[in-house]
């Protein structure tokens, strides 16, 4: 069974539209949640979220994350075309590495 | 049934050493790579290889050596370990090989601590 979970698995939105993002986990020793971006060659990465009800922001992105209900949300706000890629949650759990969701593939249409 | 499978997933040796690092994954992908997570959890890309051969070298020194016996599995084996190769090392495997917004699917990581 999977530990992280993401959804959904693809979406597809026009430019400026605003997209939120999923990613729920169990509970097993949580450390830190991780939102990465795929790139063409490595993965770019957003946030890293390690308390409950913080949001982070860098620009039009922001994460939450709820502890209590194991999931935390991307946003993107006002999305562009170069917004479109695969998005990667991964948890850190302690003493167990860390395990990536299979990511949403997010697709901007001009 | 993982899909991509490192190990080991702990590994402390000393200044010096040569060791290895394996990976495997049984999805059938032609494609797979190794990453280095820095301490700001960025991931940078070390190598690609794309059945069985080397498309990616990214500047990585020459005491890591990739070797690929078979398009399953992607072994990273590093010489004269030095302090600074300690990170967490990530293998993952693709369907594609060099296309944008290809999905990729990863290993949980090798912690590797050198003393």
């Known amino acids: 069974e999977d530990k992280v979970v993401q959804s959904p698995l693809s979406l597809v939105v026009h430019e400026g539209d605003t997209v939120t993002l999923n990613c729920s986990y169990e509970v097993t020793n949580f450390r830190s949640l991780l939102w990465y971006k795929q790139e063409k060659k490595a993965p770019t990465f957003l946030f890293m979220l390690t308390s409950s009800g913080i949001e982070k922001k860098s620009g039009r992105l922001s994460s939450i994350l709820d502890k209590k209900e194991l999931f935390s949300i991307l946003n993107i706000t006002a999305t562009q075309t170069g917004d479109s890629a695969i998005y990667l949650c991964a948890v850190e759990f302690w003493a167990d590495g860390l395990t990536f969701g299979k990511g949403t593939h997010l697709i901007i249409q001009p | 049934d993982t899909a991509v499978s490192q190990t080991p997933k702990y590994l402390v040796t000393q200044m010096g050493n040569d060791k290895s690092i394996k990976c495997e994954q049984n999805?059938?992908?032609?494609?797979m790579y190794w990453y280095k997570q820095d301490s700001k959890k960025f991931l940078k890309i070390m190598f690609s290889y794309n059945n069985k051969e080397l498309i990616i070298n990214e500047t990585v020194p020459n005491r890591f050596s990739p070797k690929s016996p078979d398009k399953a599995h992607l072994n990273l084996h590093i010489n004269s370990l030095e302090l600074g190769d300690s990170a967490v090392y990530f293998c993952?495997?693709?369907?594609?090989?060099?296309?944008?917004?290809?999905?990729?699917?990863f290993g949980q990581g090798t912690r590797l601590t050198v003393v």
């Open positions: 993952a495997s693709s369907p594609r090989g060099g296309a944008r917004d290809t999905e990729a699917f």
């Open positions: 999805l059938g992908h032609d494609t």
